[in-house]
Structure formats: C-alpha cells, structure tokens
C-alpha cells in the first residue's frame, strides 16, 4: 500500500459526459501528479500540483482540468469525454516539487467511455 | 523517436535465471526511475537513481550518466517477478518547464516461467 488513495476505481460513462476523480495523496507529500495510461499511448504526464499551486503541464487535454484542494488532495476533471479517452489514470505524489523525489502511485482509476 | 527507450519489449525467463532489463534515454536528467507494474495494473516505484548502483533484495539498478543508460537486473527470477517493468525519467528543471514529472519508456514484459 502506497498511502496514495483513489476513487472511484473503475468509471463507465457515455460520450459527452463528465466524470471527477479523485486523489489524496501519502500523508506530508506535497506534490501530486496526474497520469493516462492507455493501450497505444502508454504512461503519460498530464500535470503536477505542488502545495495547491500548478507546477507542471504536460499532454493534458484542454477538456481535462485539475485543482489541488487545502488539505492537498486533487481533482481531475474529465469533461465532453471521448471513446479515446478511455485509459487507466493515476495519480502519484512526492514529498517535494523541485527536486524530484520518489514518486508513490496510486491504485488508478480505471475509466471506461461508452 | 522516444526520449526514453527500453529494450526488449517482451521478456520470458525460466525461474532461477539472471535478467537484464536495458534502458537508454536521450534527454538530460536528474533522476532515472525503475517501476513494476502488475497485472492488476498497480504501479509500484523499485528504485529511483541519479548515479551509480542501487540494490533491493534481488533487485539491482545501475545508472551510467555520460552514456545515458540504466539496467534493472533480477538475480534468481522467480514466477512472483512477472510484471511490465517500467522505465522513466525526471528531466531538467528547464526541460520544457518540467519541476519533476516523469517521462516513460514504453515497459518491458516479463514473464518468469516455473
């Protein structure tokens, strides 16, 4: 167990819907980072939160937006969904933004668009 | 082509045999990450490293910095081994803005028979 919580753990919805999932990150870590793993794509960096502040952007979908709350758990929201978009997402913490620490994933949410 | 590579793709052993997992990576970094994903699709974090040689167990990770390469090696692989292991980086602080998100290789599959 990683101490990095996710929900839900599996998501099916339709086209054109919106889902949030969610993360609370291992006990003291600052940084939370959010990541899609689909079939044909692999692991890829979506974007990093540091103490409630974005820090980072990677291939992240102008549908898709993220926040990090007080308490430093996160949102990912998933907006006008696509069939592509269906894909394992993760999100990971780490004590520190810069520099780079281990990293601690969570379980994933599974997500599934019909 | 990938800024992380990682070969082979697909890797069967027999339990009790030595395996090397290779990695090559093309930007700078300031640390290179070892991962195990199973099956169920969790994603657990075995070394993070920015020189030299680390070792869990029957685990050992090595990084050789000017040549921009890593090797994972298990010694005595056994069944519980199979896994995707993953390969990523942490890029520079000025690679592309980057604060500590991770780039990936595209994993290889091991499967350890008994």
């Known amino acids: 167990d990683s101490g990095v919580t996710q929900t839900p753990k599996h998501l099916i919805t339709a086209t054109g819907q919106r889902v949030t999932l969610r993360c609370s990150p291992r006990?003291?870590?600052?940084?939370v980072y959010w990541y899609q793993q689909s079939l044909d794509q692999g692991l890829q960096f979506l974007i990093q939160?540091?103490?409630?502040?974005?820090?980072a952007k990677g291939n992240i979908l102008e549908r898709f937006s993220a926040q990090q709350f007080p308490d430093l758990h996160s949102e990912l929201n998933l907006s006008s969904l696509e069939l592509g978009d269906s894909a394992l997402y993760f999100c990971?913490?780490?004590?520190?933004?810069?520099?780079?620490?281990?990293?601690?994933f969570g379980p994933g949410t599974r997500l599934t668009v019909t | 082509k990938n800024e992380v590579e990682q070969s082979p793709q697909n890797l069967t052993a027999q339990e009790g045999e030595f395996i090397t997992i290779n990695c090559s990576y093309s930007?700078?970094?300031?640390?290179l990450h070892w991962l195990q994903q199973h099956p169920g699709g969790g994603i657990v974090s075995l070394f993070m490293l920015s020189s030299g040689k680390k070792k869990h167990g029957r685990l050992i990770a090595t990084i050789n910095i000017q040549e921009k390469h890593s090797s994972l090696h298990i010694t005595a692989s056994h069944p519980r081994d199979s896994a995707v292991y993953i390969c990523a980086v942490s890029p520079y602080k000025g690679y592309g803005g980057s604060q500590g998100n991770l780039i990936f290789g595209k994993g290889t599959k091991l499967s350890v028979k008994p």
């Open positions: 939160y540091y103490n409630g502040e974005e820090r």
């Open positions: 930007v700078g970094i300031s640390a």
């Open positions: 006990s003291g870590d600052l940084s």
């Open positions: 990971a913490s780490s004590v520190y933004g810069p520099p780079p620490g281990e990293q601690y």
